[in-house]
């Protein structure tokens, strides 16, 4: 075999991924698993969208697009930001991409230099690490914890920054802690932020309208930061739309131009098939389309939440968004069973995988070795049988 580039070896696999595919790998030995571990909607896509796909399809529109989504489809996506948070975007500052995590590698790619600092706090979702590895960054961990419901404070903000810091990564709601920033907090972390020249915001969005606390508030509303906020969303949880691979980013013209010049190098457009799918889903009524999954959502929450209470040892928020619970399980810590001992998230949930048959995923993947996450994202009659697993497999450990 030969030798990979080092940034390949550098990278690490995704472990919601790794943990989705050792989930197959037991299934197809007949094991019934059930899988938490993935961020997914378990509701189809809505039909208005996928006919207008299949519209798309009829109608011959199957060649390229511009890079950043066709013109309409970016007008759309500006009425979106104007309708549902008061911002005011034109299509030259909109770049649509292959999902929100390319918008987030394009956005990185082309601010970031080696040896630049970039602030994540911790928990953080899985991909900003590895994507920083790619660009050469320097990841500076702010850990907040769940004393904080896992949301940092501008003091320690403030601190974190050096004149080599050049971007902070958040996002709100949170993946995968559930926690929502409210318009003073995030208020206050623009005010830190506005004080240093050439230092951005990444603001991840893509669970925005997976909210249990009313509105959603986005960083760029506030005027004196806006041209250093670049606003990630995208179609895949709101919309149930993961495997159309619908991102969006929506910056200033410069940043926008440049995201367009590297995707147009890697990917080029998005399918112009999701791009119509997109273009229908921008128009689509909160109430009448998204509501009802975001209050299943809001339901299953309650259901695991209640289902917890009797497990010992398993500290939790109350999350107000997204569709993920990040417990603190360091109470098992030092117990062993079957054969396994427990020192470590990544431990309890490999003993969880092979003694409850339920795969969720280790706190290590987000930067916190004590936590686990799992998605409530899938039926009520699976959750409470996952729980129940759980439960009964963390009772055996001694």
Same mark, same amino acid.
């Given at each position: 075999?030969?030798? #990979? ?10 472990? @919601? ?8 790998? #037991? ?17 189809? @896509?809505?039909?208005? !969208? %996928? ?8 109608? /011959?529109?199957?060649?390229? @697009? ?45 601010? !970031? /230099? ?27 961990? *702010?850990?907040?914890? !769940? ?13 974190? *920054? ?32 506005? %004080? ?24 760029? $509303?506030?005027?004196?930061? %806006?041209?250093?906020?670049? @606003? ?28 367009? %010049?590297? $995707? ?101 993947? +987000? ?6 996450? +799992? ?24």
């Amino acid at each position: 075999m030969g030798k #990979l580039a080092d940034r390949a070896n550098q990278i690490s696999e995704s472990q @919601t991924i790794a943990m989705a595919r050792k989930s197959r790998e #037991l299934r197809a030995q007949g094991i019934d698993i059930i899988s938490l571990s993935l961020g997914e909607p378990d509701f189809p @896509t809505p039909t208005t !969208i %996928k006919e207008a796909a299949k519209k798309a399809i009829d109608d /011959n529109f199957s060649y390229y @697009t511009h890079v950043s989504g066709y013109v309409e489809l970016r007008e759309a996506i500006c009425h979106k930001f104007k309708r549902d948070n008061s911002l005011t975007y034109v299509p030259d500052e909109i770049v649509v991409s292959n999902g929100a995590k390319q918008s987030i590698a394009n956005a990185v790619m082309c601010l !970031i /230099n080696p040896g630049d600092e970039v602030i994540i706090p911790a928990p953080f979702w899985v991909s900003y690490l590895e994507i920083l590895k790619l660009a050469g960054g320097v990841p500076v961990i *702010i850990h907040a914890g !769940i004393e904080n419901d896992f949301k940092i404070t501008s003091a320690q903000l403030a601190d974190a *920054i050096t004149p080599k810091t050049k971007m902070i990564m958040i996002s709100t709601p949170c993946n995968p802690t559930g926690s929502v920033y409210s318009k003073d907090e995030l208020k206050a972390l623009a005010e830190v932020v506005v %004080k240093h020249d050439d230092l951005y915001i990444m603001s991840d969005e893509i669970y925005e309208h997976i909210n249990f606390c009313g509105g959603h508030e986005s960083f760029a $509303q506030f005027d004196f930061i %806006k041209d250093r906020v670049i @606003t990630i969303n995208g179609v895949s949880k709101g919309f149930a739309m993961t495997g159309w691979r619908g991102g969006i980013l929506a910056a200033p013209k410069w940043i926008a131009q440049a995201c367009d %010049k590297m $995707q147009g190098q890697f990917t080029s457009a998005a399918s112009s098939i999701t791009q119509k799918a997109m273009h229908r889903a921008m128009e689509l009524d909160f109430d009448t389309y998204i509501r009802p999954m975001r209050d299943a959502f809001l339901r299953r929450r309650d259901l695991v939440l209640n289902l917890m209470k009797e497990i010992p040892g398993m500290k939790t928020n109350v999350p107000q968004g997204a569709f993920y619970v990040y417990p603190e399980i360091s109470y098992y810590f030092g117990k062993s069973a079957h054969g396994m001992s427990i020192n470590n998230g990544t431990d309890l949930s490999m003993y969880l995988l092979e003694h409850a048959h339920v795969a969720i995923v280790p706190g290590a993947a +987000f930067g916190e070795d004590k936590y686990i996450r +799992f998605s409530y994202a899938t039926s009520d009659d699976k959750l409470t049988e996952a729980l129940n697993r759980m439960k009964k497999a963390l009772a055996d450990l001694k």
